[in-house]
């Protein structure tokens, strides 16, 4: 949304596609998700992000064949930025330290996770991407409200049942 400050506090549903949406990370058989060591991975490194932002939580998370779902919890940045003691000089400031927006946090997973790729391609021959592993850019929608939230969560949960249908699905399904 332009203009929207992506730091401030609050809910935010992701969704990041592999380029060319590849299906890395394994397949859906029978309305599960059955991941590969590329997509292992691609869950451990979602799951840590809060030991590189601890002032992130993590929601709601799914890997596919193709892409990953999460929700991604920003604190209130006042209860991050340190601010000025009173009476303090002028060249003398509390420890301070930049709130995460989410697209820190989703650089920072792309980054990592594609970095472990390529080892794994390396090492232990997982397939070979065409140039990047990720698609340029991501998704976002900001969660309003604890209905929103309660419905993005049930989409999450259920969308290796939607599999055949999905519009990630380089096989899907078409009514």
């Not at 998370?61 to 919890?73: D, R, T």
């Not at 303090?88 to 989410?102: E, K, N």
């Not at 996770?113 to 090492?123: D, M, P, R």
């Amino acid at each position: 949304m332009q203009g929207y400050d992506y730091a401030q506090a609050g809910a935010y549903f992701v969704t990041i596609c592999t380029q060319n949406r590849a299906c890395l990370f394994g397949e859906v058989a029978d309305g599960t998700t059955r991941l590969n060591p590329a997509g292992q991975l691609a869950a451990t490194l979602w799951n840590d992000m809060p030991l590189r932002f601890p002032e992130i939580d993590m929601d709601a998370f799914v890997v596919m064949p193709n892409h990953v779902h999460g929700i991604i919890e920003l604190p209130d940045r006042a209860a991050i930025v340190g601010a000025p003691l009173v009476g303090a000089r002028d060249d003398s400031r509390a420890a301070t330290r930049a709130a995460p927006t989410i697209g820190d946090v989703v650089g920072a997973f792309k980054s990592l996770f594609t970095v472990e790729y390529i080892q794994g391609v390396k090492e232990n021959r997982w397939p070979a991407f065409d140039r990047r592993v990720w698609q340029r850019n991501y998704y976002e929608h900001i969660v309003r409200d604890e209905a929103e939230l309660a419905r993005v969560r049930l989409y999450i949960d259920e969308n290796p049942l939607r599999w055949a249908f999905d519009e990630e699905n380089p096989r899907r399904m078409t009514l």
